[in-house]
């Protein structure tokens, strides 16, 4: 295990002690704070490790956020519901990536954007069995109490971050890793040393989207209303593409740290500035791209004591 | 006779989605930058015209000469102080970048208009034709035959003026232009203006027939996407067919299967496109 990766550990752990100091808005801003942490460290699998830029994020969350609505709407537990949607999530990703992974650069980026829109049409227009556009309402999980369910939302939603952190961890030292280094590197190249780049590509695509699938099930399970467009929101896709430039492309521990950061900016932007706050993020976005284009994680190398070299 | 009413409806359709792609095309073409403010642009058009109608009483038709000029400037300016700064970048950074202005640009419009729909009803109102039993509203039939118009302006433009000629040196070769002596960088702001001055124009031709509201801005950006894929990147007639063939589908998907799905068919054939035929109908095989 490398420092970075315990750093990334430690910094997990930390989250987890959140209740012991806050009511239920610390709850509430942990729990969302897990959330985009692991959106930022599934869309890093895909766009940082094999270099596509995907905008498929929200299609996947919203697809889990439905299928655990609909499956906990049909009585299954929610415990079934959520793992049924990631491994559901899996496999459609891995599915539909063999196809639109062949693309590259631009084409790639819009294919990926076009999904969400197929995605919440489709659920738009299947009204019988999603709500359609009024939504969809989903039983409370307990009646514990409103402190209680928060306080379980957010640990459920710190597992699951855990989860994905150890999973981005070993696959960013296995051979999978590797191999996505090496097409994010030079895809011909890799092709022509014998790396089967669409098996690759696809298991990142469905890593990618797994556990953004069963973010989106606590999510909805969490909130217990989804409609279609809160949770095929694109502003879903965009914000781990902010949190990992913001953080530093291809760095785990440097893309939660984004993920953090960014929810609490948000937060401030969103307490000082309600009319006008989607503008701030946009000055942000730009701010960022001019000024810090590799992240927060390239200010580390000891710069205030040495003159920074460029990445 | 429903069969010609389709036809003739997308006929006129796809004609504007031509018009609203045409300058998204030009961008992504010349300066391979997925320009996602496009949207936003038609939106602030299509207000353009709303207000000086409203409050100046300056017919729309006018409106198109007022916003090609200004939308021009403004494309020339974003593209010379910030888009340049990251040209280079990898496909994430100007794709992120351009999204960031959009959200800024769509912010400050429903702060300054309000997210009401609003309506360019014009007055008196100028009626429809029938031939037979086909109906086309007049309004309509200008708007298309405007965009049509701007979409031949264009045309000509980049074929017989020397500017238009280096635009289509740089879209070509970046390299070779450089060489003979062409300067990449006014030729990369003219193309991103000359882009937003379409968009604008479309806006102003949108505010006729639909209702304006900074909430189609992601419509019109998704028209754009499909129509560049269909027909191929960076060239006129490419657009034009791209246009009509999203407009034919739509049509007929939506006469046959309900229009409710229209929107999802329009992307399915966007996917299917980009896997099979991603130069698009009369695109080029190495163009993109």
């Not at chain 2, 642009?41 to 709303?50: C, E, K, Q, T």
């Not at chain 2, 300016?77 to 496909?91: C, E, G, K, T, W």
């Not at chain 2, 980049?158 to 280096?166: E, F, H, P």
């Not at chain 2, 006014?186 to 505010?207: D, E, N, R, T």
Request: glycine share 12%; with cysteine.
């Amino acid at each position: 295990m490398t420092r970075v990766n315990l750093a990334l550990l430690i910094l997990i752990a930390c989250v987890a002690s959140l209740p012991l100091f806050g009511g239920a808005y610390a709850l509430r801003v942990g729990t969302i704070a897990c959330m985009y942490a692991v959106f930022a460290l599934s869309w890093n699998i895909v766009g940082g490790f094999a270099g596509y830029p995907s905008f498929a994020t929200a299609a996947f969350f919203g697809f889990g956020a439905y299928a655990t609505g609909i499956l906990l709407n049909k009585g299954v537990p929610l415990s079934v519901a959520v793992i049924g949607s990631l491994v559901m999530c899996f496999l459609l990703a891995a599915a539909l990536g063999t196809v639109l992974l062949r693309l590259r650069g631009h084409y790639f980026a819009i294919a990926s954007l076009s999904l969400v829109e197929v995605f919440r049409e489709m659920v738009n227009n299947a009204t019988d069995l999603t709500g359609g556009g009024m939504g969809l309402n989903i039983p409370l999980a307990s009646g514990s109490g409103i402190l209680a369910d928060a306080t379980f939302f957010f640990y459920a939603m710190w597992a699951l971050l855990l989860i994905a952190a150890v999973v981005v961890m070993i696959v960013s030292a296995s051979k999978l890793g590797f191999g996505l280094n090496c097409i994010r590197q030079n895809e011909t190249a890799s092709n022509m040393v014998g790396l089967n780049s669409t098996l690759y590509k696809s298991v990142a695509f469905g890593l990618s989207a797994c556990f953004v699938g069963a973010a989106g099930g606590i999510y909805a399970a969490w909130v217990h209303y989804i409609d279609p467009s809160d949770v095929f929101d694109i502003l879903h896709s965009v914000k781990p593409i902010v949190m990992a430039l913001m953080g530093g492309l291809g760095s785990p521990l440097g893309v939660v740290c984004g993920a953090f950061v960014y929810l609490g900016l948000e937060e401030v932007v969103w307490r000082n500035y309600i009319q006008i706050h989607s503008g701030v993020l946009g000055l942000l976005i730009i701010m960022l791209l001019l000024f810090l284009p590799h992240g927060l994680i390239s200010l580390r190398s000891g710069m205030f004591w040495r003159k920074a070299k460029h990445v | 006779m429903l069969a010609v009413q389709v036809l003739v409806n997308a006929l006129v359709l796809g004609c504007l989605y031509a018009c609203i792609a045409i300058g998204f095309s030009l961008v992504w073409g010349v300066l391979n930058v997925i320009n996602l403010i496009h949207g936003s642009f038609i939106v602030l058009g299509a207000y353009l015209a709303w207000g000086a109608y409203q409050w100046l009483g300056i017919s729309p038709w006018y409106a198109l000469v007022i916003a090609a000029p200004l939308f021009f400037a403004f494309g020339y300016l974003l593209q010379r102080l910030l888009l340049n700064r990251v040209i280079s970048a990898p496909v994430l950074v100007t794709l992120t970048l351009t999204f960031g202005l959009d959200l800024i640009l769509n912010n400050a419009m429903i702060y300054y208009f309000k997210a009401d729909y609003r309506k360019l009803t014009l007055s008196p109102p100028t009626g429809s034709i029938s031939l037979f039993d086909v109906v086309v509203p007049v309004d309509r039939l200008i708007a298309t035959a405007s965009a049509l118009a701007l979409t031949g302006l264009l045309y000509l433009l980049l074929r017989r003026s020397k500017v238009g000629r280096a635009i289509v040196a740089v879209r070509l070769d970046r390299d070779a232009a450089v060489l003979m002596g062409v300067d990449v960088k006014s030729i990369y702001a003219i193309a991103f203006g000359l882009g937003a001055a379409l968009a604008g124009c479309a806006g102003v031709l949108m505010a006729l027939i639909f209702p304006i509201s900074t909430l189609t801005s992601s419509a019109y950006l998704g028209k754009a996407f499909v129509v560049c894929v269909l027909g191929g990147l960076g060239s006129v007639s490419g657009a034009l067919a791209g246009g009509l063939l999203l407009a034919l589908v739509e049509g007929i998907g939506s006469t046959l299967i309900g229009p409710a799905h229209a929107t999802t068919l329009s992307f399915v054939l966007l996917i299917i496109f980009l896997v099979v035929r991603p130069q698009g109908l009369l695109g080029r095989k190495g163009f993109e």
